[in-house]
């Protein structure tokens, strides 16, 4: 199991690293919606220039705001943890471009989920799956604008980043 290597790695890491405290406020005071893709992790904060302790990274699949969870996390960046300026970062070849609600109801079934369940969610709207991430990038930004417990005064940026280049590119410019 990965949990093995994970904990043994930890040991290692504890005994090297130093220990810094941080504070909890985000230095850049920046909110940061973006995508759970591995190939983030690691490339998008230098990409950025960002480091530790400087923004809240609010991570999910596609970086698609389906219910209220992402919000109450922006929201909770803004009123809680000083956040000035919001960020929704697409990328490119994303996962969750053309998901197809079908295939993930057939998956659902093999794996043993009953019918029943499956029927009570509209799983194509549930899962989030979206057919542009440049549009789909544009939607969230939307989203967050017009969120009622959203204040006006925050810019909500839309950006896309290339997967491969770590090139930054601005679809929606809130300055
Ligand atoms: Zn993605």
């Given at each position: 199991?990965?949990?093995?290597?994970?904990?043994?790695?930890?040991?290692k890491?504890?005994?090297?690293?130093?220990?810094?405290?941080?504070?909890?406020?985000?230095?850049?005071?920046?909110?940061?919606?973006?995508?759970?893709?591995?190939?983030?992790?690691?490339?998008l904060?230098?990409?950025?220039?960002i480091?530790?302790?400087?923004?809240?990274?609010?991570?999910n699949?596609?970086?698609?705001?389906?219910?209220?969870?992402?919000?109450?996390?922006?929201?909770?960046?803004?009123?809680?943890?000083g956040?000035?300026?919001?960020?929704?970062i697409?990328?490119?070849?994303?996962?969750?471009?053309?998901?197809?609600?079908?295939?993930?109801?057939?998956?659902?079934?093999?794996?043993?989920?009953?019918?029943?369940?499956?029927?009570?969610?509209?799983?194509?709207?549930w899962?989030?799956?979206?057919?542009?991430?440049?549009?789909?990038?544009?939607?969230?930004?939307?989203?967050?604008?017009?969120?009622?417990?959203?204040?006006n005064?925050?810019?909500?940026h839309?950006?896309?980043?290339?997967?491969?280049?770590?090139?930054?590119?601005?679809?929606?410019?809130?300055?």
């Amino acid at each position: 199991m990965m949990l093995d290597e994970i904990l043994e790695n930890n040991k290692k890491f504890v005994e090297e690293f130093e220990g810094e405290k941080l504070s909890h406020h985000p230095q850049k005071k920046l909110a940061i919606l973006t995508c759970m893709d591995c190939r983030l992790t690691g490339f998008l904060e230098p990409a950025l220039g960002i480091g530790r302790g400087d923004a809240k990274i609010i991570k999910n699949a596609g970086n698609n705001i389906v219910d209220e969870d992402a919000i109450r996390s922006i929201a909770a960046a803004i009123f809680n943890l000083g956040a000035e300026e919001v960020m929704v970062i697409g990328h490119t070849d994303c996962g969750m471009a053309g998901s197809d609600a079908k295939k993930l109801e057939k998956t659902m079934l093999e794996r043993g989920i009953p019918q029943e369940e499956i029927d009570k969610y509209d799983l194509k709207s549930w899962i989030g799956g979206f057919k542009d991430e440049k549009e789909n990038v544009l939607d969230n930004v939307d989203k967050i604008k017009n969120h009622p417990l959203i204040p006006n005064d925050v810019p909500i940026h839309g950006l896309m980043i290339d997967i491969v280049s770590g090139e930054l590119e601005i679809v929606s410019d809130d300055r």
